[in-house]
Protein backbone atom coordinates (compact mmCIF):
# COMPACT_ATOMS: atom_id res chain seq x y z
CA UNK A 1 0.00 0.00 0.00
CA UNK A 2 1.21 3.56 -0.71
CA UNK A 3 -0.02 6.11 1.04
CA UNK A 4 -1.04 9.70 -0.64
CA UNK A 5 1.98 12.51 -1.06
CA UNK A 6 0.68 15.25 -2.05
CA UNK A 7 0.88 19.09 -1.96
CA UNK A 8 -0.59 21.79 -0.26
CA UNK A 9 -1.36 25.76 -0.75
CA UNK A 10 2.07 27.50 -0.64
CA UNK A 11 1.31 30.55 0.98
CA UNK A 12 -2.69 31.42 2.75
CA UNK A 13 -3.51 35.01 4.31
CA UNK A 14 -7.03 35.14 6.34
CA UNK A 15 -8.61 37.63 8.04
CA UNK A 16 -10.99 40.35 7.33
CA UNK A 17 -10.35 43.21 5.02
CA UNK A 18 -6.62 41.06 4.20
CA UNK A 19 -7.63 41.56 0.40
CA UNK A 20 -6.15 45.30 1.34
CA UNK A 21 -2.60 42.99 1.10
CA UNK A 22 -2.99 42.35 -2.23
CA UNK A 23 -0.52 44.35 -3.92
CA UNK A 24 2.07 43.52 -1.57
CA UNK A 25 1.59 40.19 -1.95
CA UNK A 26 1.81 40.42 -5.34
CA UNK A 27 4.60 42.27 -5.57
CA UNK A 28 7.40 40.18 -4.77
CA UNK A 29 6.74 37.50 -7.94
CA UNK A 30 6.07 40.48 -10.81
CA UNK A 31 8.53 39.75 -13.44
CA UNK A 32 9.78 42.78 -15.84
CA UNK A 33 7.15 44.01 -18.04
CA UNK A 34 4.99 40.63 -17.43
CA UNK A 35 1.45 41.71 -16.56
CA UNK A 36 -1.03 39.96 -13.83
CA UNK A 37 -4.21 39.16 -15.01
CA UNK A 38 -7.01 39.20 -12.99
CA UNK A 39 -9.93 36.53 -13.78
CA UNK A 40 -13.10 37.89 -12.19
CA UNK A 41 -16.14 36.64 -11.95
CA UNK A 42 -18.55 38.93 -14.36
CA UNK A 43 -20.98 38.76 -11.19
CA UNK A 44 -18.94 41.78 -10.09
CA UNK A 45 -18.27 43.76 -13.65
CA UNK A 46 -20.93 46.26 -12.91
CA UNK A 47 -19.39 46.50 -8.85
CA UNK A 48 -16.88 48.99 -8.58
CA UNK A 49 -16.63 48.07 -4.59
CA UNK A 50 -14.88 45.05 -5.69
CA UNK A 51 -13.07 45.82 -9.26
CA UNK A 52 -12.13 49.44 -7.69
CA UNK A 53 -9.78 47.44 -4.99
CA UNK A 54 -7.74 45.15 -7.77
CA UNK A 55 -4.53 46.68 -7.68
CA UNK A 56 -3.33 47.14 -11.40
CA UNK A 57 0.29 47.76 -12.56
CA UNK A 58 1.80 47.95 -15.74
CA UNK A 59 -0.25 46.08 -18.13
CA UNK A 60 -1.88 44.13 -15.28
CA UNK A 61 -5.57 43.38 -16.95
CA UNK A 62 -9.05 42.30 -15.70
CA UNK A 63 -10.55 39.64 -17.69
CA UNK A 64 -14.31 39.04 -16.92
CA UNK A 65 -15.61 35.56 -17.28
CA UNK A 66 -18.76 33.55 -17.22
CA UNK A 67 -19.59 31.62 -14.26
CA UNK A 68 -22.89 30.48 -16.06
CA UNK A 69 -21.81 27.36 -17.15
CA UNK A 70 -18.89 26.01 -15.08
CA UNK A 71 -15.14 26.08 -16.80
CA UNK A 72 -14.65 24.27 -19.91
CA UNK A 73 -11.45 23.26 -21.85
CA UNK A 74 -11.86 25.39 -25.09
CA UNK A 75 -12.51 28.00 -22.67
CA UNK A 76 -9.28 27.47 -20.53
CA UNK A 77 -7.29 27.09 -24.31
CA UNK A 78 -9.31 30.43 -26.03
CA UNK A 79 -7.58 32.02 -22.78
CA UNK A 80 -4.20 31.14 -22.06
CA UNK A 81 -3.73 31.19 -25.81
CA UNK A 82 -4.93 34.57 -25.94
CA UNK A 83 -2.79 35.46 -23.42
CA UNK A 84 0.15 33.61 -24.55
CA UNK A 85 0.06 35.74 -28.10
CA UNK A 86 -0.37 38.77 -26.34
CA UNK A 87 2.64 38.89 -23.66
CA UNK A 88 4.76 35.31 -24.32
CA UNK A 89 4.44 35.12 -20.68
CA UNK A 90 2.78 36.47 -17.68
CA UNK A 91 3.62 37.35 -13.94
CA UNK A 92 0.50 35.87 -12.60
CA UNK A 93 -3.30 34.78 -12.70
CA UNK A 94 -5.11 35.47 -9.97
CA UNK A 95 -8.75 33.99 -9.66
CA UNK A 96 -11.78 36.21 -8.11
CA UNK A 97 -14.95 34.73 -7.92
CA UNK A 98 -16.20 31.18 -6.94
CA UNK A 99 -15.29 27.67 -7.64
CA UNK A 100 -15.20 27.96 -11.40
CA UNK A 101 -13.51 31.06 -11.48
CA UNK A 102 -10.68 29.04 -8.71
CA UNK A 103 -10.35 26.65 -10.55
CA UNK A 104 -10.43 28.56 -14.21
CA UNK A 105 -7.48 30.58 -13.12
CA UNK A 106 -5.65 27.26 -11.93
CA UNK A 107 -5.93 25.87 -15.04
CA UNK A 108 -4.85 29.17 -17.34
CA UNK A 109 -2.19 29.15 -15.06
CA UNK A 110 -0.58 25.59 -15.94
CA UNK A 111 -1.81 26.06 -19.56
CA UNK A 112 0.52 29.08 -19.88
CA UNK A 113 3.38 26.73 -19.95
CA UNK A 114 2.06 23.21 -20.84
CA UNK A 115 1.81 22.80 -24.35
CA UNK A 116 -1.36 21.36 -26.51
CA UNK A 117 -5.13 21.59 -24.80
CA UNK A 118 -6.21 21.52 -21.44
CA UNK A 119 -8.53 18.31 -22.22
CA UNK A 120 -4.77 16.41 -22.52
CA UNK A 121 -3.94 17.05 -19.05
CA UNK A 122 -7.76 15.65 -17.77
CA UNK A 123 -6.62 13.31 -15.73
CA UNK A 124 -4.39 12.49 -12.44
CA UNK A 125 -0.75 13.52 -13.05
CA UNK A 126 -0.72 14.62 -16.90
CA UNK A 127 0.61 17.61 -16.35
CA UNK A 128 4.07 17.74 -17.25
CA UNK A 129 5.76 20.92 -16.07
CA UNK A 130 4.93 23.80 -12.73
CA UNK A 131 2.11 26.45 -14.34
CA UNK A 132 2.39 30.37 -13.85
CA UNK A 133 2.25 31.57 -10.47
CA UNK A 134 -1.69 31.70 -9.40
CA UNK A 135 -3.29 33.07 -6.95
CA UNK A 136 -6.96 32.41 -5.69
CA UNK A 137 -9.02 34.77 -3.97
CA UNK A 138 -13.08 33.33 -2.89
CA UNK A 139 -15.85 35.67 -3.09
CA UNK A 140 -17.61 32.66 -2.55
CA UNK A 141 -17.24 29.70 0.01
CA UNK A 142 -17.73 25.68 0.19
CA UNK A 143 -16.38 23.92 -2.69
CA UNK A 144 -12.53 24.20 -1.33
CA UNK A 145 -11.46 24.68 -4.71
CA UNK A 146 -9.21 26.95 -2.77
CA UNK A 147 -7.20 24.29 -1.30
CA UNK A 148 -7.57 21.42 -3.89
CA UNK A 149 -5.24 19.51 -6.22
CA UNK A 150 -7.63 19.58 -8.93
CA UNK A 151 -9.21 21.91 -11.51
CA UNK A 152 -12.59 20.35 -12.55
CA UNK A 153 -13.20 21.17 -16.66
CA UNK A 154 -15.88 19.95 -18.71
CA UNK A 155 -13.70 18.61 -21.88
CA UNK A 156 -14.71 16.93 -25.47
CA UNK A 157 -14.97 13.55 -23.73
CA UNK A 158 -15.57 14.14 -19.48
CA UNK A 159 -16.03 16.20 -16.87
CA UNK A 160 -12.57 15.40 -15.16
CA UNK A 161 -9.81 17.71 -13.36
CA UNK A 162 -6.38 18.19 -14.51
CA UNK A 163 -5.25 16.62 -10.80
CA UNK A 164 -1.72 17.21 -10.32
CA UNK A 165 1.31 18.46 -7.83
CA UNK A 166 1.16 21.92 -9.87
CA UNK A 167 -2.44 22.46 -9.36
CA UNK A 168 -2.41 23.82 -5.94
CA UNK A 169 -2.61 27.40 -5.88
CA UNK A 170 1.14 29.25 -4.69
CA UNK A 171 -0.98 31.96 -2.65
CA UNK A 172 -5.07 32.06 -1.32
CA UNK A 173 -5.96 35.02 0.23
CA UNK A 174 -9.39 33.90 2.26
CA UNK A 175 -11.05 37.50 3.29
CA UNK A 176 -14.55 36.97 4.75
CA UNK A 177 -15.68 40.24 3.98
CA UNK A 178 -15.44 39.14 0.08
CA UNK A 179 -18.45 36.76 0.71
CA UNK A 180 -20.39 38.89 3.00
CA UNK A 181 -22.59 40.18 0.43
CA UNK A 182 -23.34 36.35 -1.61
CA UNK A 183 -26.98 35.97 -3.24
CA UNK A 184 -28.65 33.68 -0.94
CA UNK A 185 -29.36 30.70 -3.06
CA UNK A 186 -26.05 30.53 -4.37
CA UNK A 187 -24.17 30.74 -0.76
CA UNK A 188 -26.35 28.33 0.04
CA UNK A 189 -25.90 25.81 -3.06
CA UNK A 190 -22.19 26.27 -2.76
CA UNK A 191 -21.63 26.20 1.45
CA UNK A 192 -23.94 22.45 0.86
CA UNK A 193 -20.82 21.48 -1.60
CA UNK A 194 -19.00 21.55 2.00
CA UNK A 195 -21.13 20.07 3.80
CA UNK A 196 -21.41 17.49 1.19
CA UNK A 197 -17.97 17.04 1.36
CA UNK A 198 -17.70 16.36 5.06
CA UNK A 199 -20.30 13.57 5.08
CA UNK A 200 -18.99 11.82 1.89
CA UNK A 201 -15.68 12.17 3.64
CA UNK A 202 -16.71 11.12 7.02
CA UNK A 203 -18.70 7.82 6.04
CA UNK A 204 -16.08 7.09 2.95
CA UNK A 205 -14.09 3.69 3.23
CA UNK A 206 -10.78 6.35 2.17
CA UNK A 207 -11.08 7.68 5.58
CA UNK A 208 -8.10 8.09 8.07
CA UNK A 209 -7.13 10.49 11.34
CA UNK A 210 -6.38 12.88 8.95
CA UNK A 211 -8.91 13.82 7.03
CA UNK A 212 -11.23 13.05 9.95
CA UNK A 213 -9.16 15.74 11.78
CA UNK A 214 -10.28 18.30 8.93
CA UNK A 215 -13.60 17.03 8.06
CA UNK A 216 -15.11 16.58 11.53
CA UNK A 217 -14.43 20.59 12.30
CA UNK A 218 -15.78 21.38 9.31
CA UNK A 219 -19.04 19.30 9.48
CA UNK A 220 -19.51 21.03 12.82
CA UNK A 221 -19.17 24.36 11.19
CA UNK A 222 -21.74 23.67 8.47
CA UNK A 223 -23.97 22.85 10.84
CA UNK A 224 -23.59 25.27 13.42
CA UNK A 225 -23.70 27.87 10.06
CA UNK A 226 -26.80 25.84 8.51
CA UNK A 227 -28.58 24.14 10.84
CA UNK A 228 -28.37 25.66 14.37
CA UNK A 229 -27.66 29.40 14.22
CA UNK A 230 -31.42 31.60 13.08
CA UNK A 231 -29.12 34.53 11.45
CA UNK A 232 -26.68 34.97 9.05
CA UNK A 233 -23.83 37.58 10.16
CA UNK A 234 -20.11 38.19 10.06
CA UNK A 235 -19.28 35.04 11.93
CA UNK A 236 -21.47 33.08 9.84
CA UNK A 237 -19.20 33.89 6.69
CA UNK A 238 -15.95 33.43 8.91
CA UNK A 239 -17.26 29.50 9.70
CA UNK A 240 -18.17 29.44 6.06
CA UNK A 241 -14.84 30.35 4.98
CA UNK A 242 -13.29 28.28 7.06
CA UNK A 243 -15.56 24.96 6.64
CA UNK A 244 -14.65 25.48 3.22
CA UNK A 245 -11.17 24.96 3.60
CA UNK A 246 -10.87 22.56 6.43
CA UNK A 247 -13.29 20.24 4.41
CA UNK A 248 -11.30 20.64 1.00
CA UNK A 249 -8.52 19.57 3.00
CA UNK A 250 -10.48 16.42 4.65
CA UNK A 251 -11.05 15.27 0.70
CA UNK A 252 -7.60 15.58 -0.18
CA UNK A 253 -7.01 12.92 2.35
CA UNK A 254 -9.84 10.68 1.32
CA UNK A 255 -12.52 11.24 -1.15
CA UNK A 256 -15.96 12.29 -2.35
CA UNK A 257 -18.71 9.91 -3.36
CA UNK A 258 -22.00 9.12 -4.70
CA UNK A 259 -23.47 12.26 -4.52
CA UNK A 260 -20.41 14.27 -6.60
CA UNK A 261 -20.28 11.08 -8.91
CA UNK A 262 -24.15 11.53 -9.92
CA UNK A 263 -23.67 15.16 -9.85
CA UNK A 264 -20.64 15.10 -12.18
CA UNK A 265 -23.01 13.31 -14.69
CA UNK A 266 -25.70 15.79 -14.24
CA UNK A 267 -23.66 18.34 -14.98
CA UNK A 268 -21.65 17.01 -18.43
CA UNK A 269 -25.21 16.39 -19.82
CA UNK A 270 -27.27 19.33 -18.79
CA UNK A 271 -24.61 21.57 -17.41
CA UNK A 272 -26.32 21.84 -13.83
CA UNK A 273 -24.04 23.73 -11.99
CA UNK A 274 -21.89 21.87 -9.31
CA UNK A 275 -23.16 23.26 -6.14
CA UNK A 276 -26.81 23.06 -7.19
CA UNK A 277 -26.42 19.83 -8.63
CA UNK A 278 -24.93 18.32 -5.51
CA UNK A 279 -27.93 19.31 -3.95
CA UNK A 280 -30.46 18.18 -6.05
CA UNK A 281 -28.79 14.45 -6.36
CA UNK A 282 -28.22 14.55 -2.37
CA UNK A 283 -31.67 15.13 -1.67
CA UNK A 284 -32.27 11.52 -2.91
CA UNK A 285 -29.19 9.73 -1.38
CA UNK A 286 -30.72 8.51 1.94
CA UNK A 287 -29.93 5.18 1.12
CA UNK A 288 -26.69 5.64 1.17
CA UNK A 289 -26.27 8.82 3.82
CA UNK A 290 -29.50 8.76 5.98
CA UNK A 291 -27.99 10.67 8.81
CA UNK A 292 -26.51 13.56 6.45
CA UNK A 293 -29.63 13.51 4.05
CA UNK A 294 -31.84 14.42 7.29
CA UNK A 295 -29.53 17.66 7.87
CA UNK A 296 -29.50 18.65 4.83
CA UNK A 297 -33.24 18.52 4.30
CA UNK A 298 -33.99 20.19 7.51
CA UNK A 299 -31.23 23.12 6.33
CA UNK A 300 -32.95 23.42 3.11
CA UNK A 301 -36.35 23.81 5.32
CA UNK A 302 -34.65 26.26 7.33
CA UNK A 303 -33.33 28.38 4.58
CA UNK A 304 -36.63 28.10 2.38
CA UNK A 305 -34.11 26.96 -0.62
CA UNK A 306 -35.92 25.26 -3.64
CA UNK A 307 -34.33 22.26 -4.95
CA UNK A 308 -35.23 21.69 -8.30
CA UNK A 309 -37.06 18.57 -9.17
CA UNK A 310 -37.99 16.58 -11.94
CA UNK A 311 -34.93 17.70 -14.14
CA UNK A 312 -34.11 14.17 -15.89
CA UNK A 313 -37.91 14.10 -16.79
CA UNK A 314 -37.37 14.34 -20.66
CA UNK A 315 -34.21 12.61 -20.88
CA UNK A 316 -33.93 10.22 -23.69
CA UNK A 317 -32.21 6.65 -23.21
CA UNK A 318 -28.86 8.24 -24.83
CA UNK A 319 -28.75 10.89 -22.17
CA UNK A 320 -29.51 8.58 -19.48
CA UNK A 321 -26.20 6.27 -20.60
CA UNK A 322 -24.05 8.94 -21.35
CA UNK A 323 -24.73 10.57 -17.44
CA UNK A 324 -24.28 7.30 -16.48
CA UNK A 325 -20.51 6.69 -18.45
CA UNK A 326 -20.21 10.33 -16.61
CA UNK A 327 -20.46 8.95 -13.60
CA UNK A 328 -19.17 5.28 -13.56
CA UNK A 329 -15.90 6.42 -14.65
CA UNK A 330 -14.77 8.22 -11.46
CA UNK A 331 -13.96 4.47 -9.64
CA UNK A 332 -12.58 6.29 -7.29
CA UNK A 333 -15.60 7.89 -5.72
CA UNK A 334 -17.67 4.69 -5.60
CA UNK A 335 -14.86 2.77 -4.23
CA UNK A 336 -14.64 5.08 -1.24
CA UNK A 337 -18.58 5.19 -0.50
CA UNK A 338 -19.22 1.07 -0.87
CA UNK A 339 -16.03 -0.25 -0.62
CA UNK A 340 -14.17 -2.19 -2.87
CA UNK A 341 -17.07 -4.58 -4.36
CA UNK A 342 -19.02 -1.46 -5.20
CA UNK A 343 -19.73 -2.75 -8.91
CA UNK A 344 -21.59 -5.30 -6.94
CA UNK A 345 -24.51 -3.06 -6.23
CA UNK A 346 -24.04 -0.10 -8.13
CA UNK A 347 -24.91 -1.59 -11.66
CA UNK A 348 -26.27 0.57 -14.97
CA UNK A 349 -29.81 -0.33 -13.96
CA UNK A 350 -29.13 1.16 -10.83
CA UNK A 351 -28.27 4.41 -11.63
CA UNK A 352 -30.67 4.74 -14.42
CA UNK A 353 -33.53 4.25 -11.56
CA UNK A 354 -31.58 6.78 -9.34
CA UNK A 355 -31.25 9.54 -12.07
CA UNK A 356 -35.11 8.62 -13.00
CA UNK A 357 -36.03 10.11 -9.53
CA UNK A 358 -33.60 13.59 -10.09
ZN1 LIG B 1 -17.79 19.37 -4.41
Given at each position: ?5 F?M ?6 G??CF ?6 L ?9 FI ?26 FAST ?5 T?Q ?20 I????M???A??V ?17 LV ?6 HV????LS????E ?12 K?G????YT?F??II ?10 K ?14 V??L??T?L??F ?5 E???E????I ?5 D??D ?6 M ?13 Q ?8 YGL??L ?13 DH???F ?9 AM??KH?I??P ?8 D ?12 LA??W ?11 IT ?6 M????
Open positions: MSFKNPVRMVVYRGAQTADIAPHRKKDKPFLVDDFFKDKSALTNRIPLTGDDEIIVYEPKTVDGLANTLKEKYGEVSGVIGGGGSLDLKAALMMTNTGSSADYQGWDKVPGAYGIPTGTGAVSRTTVLTGPERLMNSDPDQLDPDLIKNAPNQRFYTGMDCYIHCESTGYNASRAYGKANLCEEFLHKNWDDSDEKLMASYLGGMSIAYSVGVAHALSSFLGTKHGIGNCIVFLAEYPEGVRNFKVEGDIKGICANLSADFEKMIDVALFPLENALGKNWRDTRKKLREYEKM
